[in-house]
Nanobody, 115 residues
Framework: QVQLVESGGGLVQPGGSLRLSCVASGSIFRFYAMGWYRQAPGKQRELVASRTPGGTINYADSVKGRFTISRDNAKNTMYLQMNSLKPEDTAVYYC?????????WGQGTQVTVSS
């Protein structure tokens, strides 16, 4: 069983930055595909950024050039650095870990971009 705990959300003005963290319960990054998803009110959950165990990284078109996914293996922590935030980035952000049929989610952290 993998546990994921997100943190770092909050209220930020447009153009500001936040860094989200996702702490995993073990050393899973070598084996699991990791990702950040978000869900805005009334909308479906969508992929924001992902990283495979081999290091392949993908971003949603809407965040390319503004968001960066990274990880610290020693701390079992994955990050999402979010810059130049826009009101449309407002959502609950979730950390995800996938391996074959195993699919784990964190509890989510709220990001609100508003002046």
């Amino acid at each position: 069983q993998v546990q994921l705990v997100e943190s770092g959300g909050g209220l930020v003005q447009p153009g500001g930055s936040l860094r989200l963290s996702c702490v995993a319960s073990g050393s899973i990054f070598r084996f699991y595909a990791m990702g950040w998803y978000r869900q805005a009110p009334g909308k479906q959950r969508e992929l924001v950024a992902s990283r495979t165990p081999g290091g392949t990284i993908n971003y949603a078109d809407s965040v390319k050039g503004r968001f960066t996914i990274s990880r610290d293996n020693a701390k079992n922590t994955m990050y999402l650095q979010m810059n130049s935030l826009k009101p449309e980035d407002t959502a609950v952000y979730y950390c995800n870990a996938q391996l074959s049929l195993a699919d784990y989610w964190g509890q989510g952290t709220q990001v609100t971009v508003s002046s």
